[in-house]
């Protein structure tokens, strides 16, 4: 089984690897792993690093359902190589949770308007466009293939970073 490396694992604070043939077989079993471990969690994003391997690969899944081909956000999207650029300056705030820190939420702010460059499993160049989100997803995960975790971007360690169960009471009360 394939197991969720958690803070504190060396390879979250690694740059990951770029995959040198997106459609080879060897890129196929890891996003099937990533797959594995994504719906054992029922996590709506993970990357490669998060199960131990550094490879810029990162799945997102905002429905948590996922299927084969792994082209569409409806059923999950494979991202490889990835590159991002920001279309405003403006940030957001959300909460966000990581399947890395279990059990921890922190107040992130991020510019949620991105256009995002890369191959999908099938070797395929894209380029398209996110905000909201989606696009909170889509950065989150990157983060994962700089070695950054949400945490880090954390203004306030303090008065911004929750357990779980305050999230929920949170969420609750609205």
């Known amino acids: 089984m ?36 994504l719906k054992k969690e029922r996590g709506i994003g993970i990357a490669a690093p998060q199960i131990g391997v550094s490879q ?15 082209t569409h956000l409806d059923t999950g999207l494979v991202v490889i190589n990835p ?15 990581c399947l890395s820190v279990p059990g921890l939420r922190g107040l992130v702010p991020r510019q949620c308007n991105i256009m ?13 466009t996110y905000t909201g989100f989606i696009a909170r997803i889509f950065l989150h995960e990157f983060d ?6 949400f945490i880090d971007r954390v203004e306030d360690l303090k008065n911004q970073l929750i357990t779980d169960n305050v999230y929920a009471r949170m969420m609750d009360n609205d």
């Open 116 to 128: 995002i460059e890369y191959f999908s499993l099938e070797g395929e160049f894209r380029s398209e």
């Open 2 to 37: 394939i197991e969720i490396t958690e803070l504190g694992e060396p390879v979250l604070r690694e740059v990951a690897q770029p995959v040198a043939d997106p459609t080879s077989a060897q890129t196929r079993l890891l996003v099937d792993q990533m797959v594995k471990a």
């Open 56 to 70: 810029q690969v990162f799945i997102v899944a905002p429905s948590q359902k996922i299927n084969p081909p792994y």
């Open 83 to 97: 590159k991002i650029s920001f279309l405003t300056d403006e940030s957001t705030y959300e909460w966000e949770g």
């Open 144 to 149: 994962h293939l700089n070695g950054v975790m």
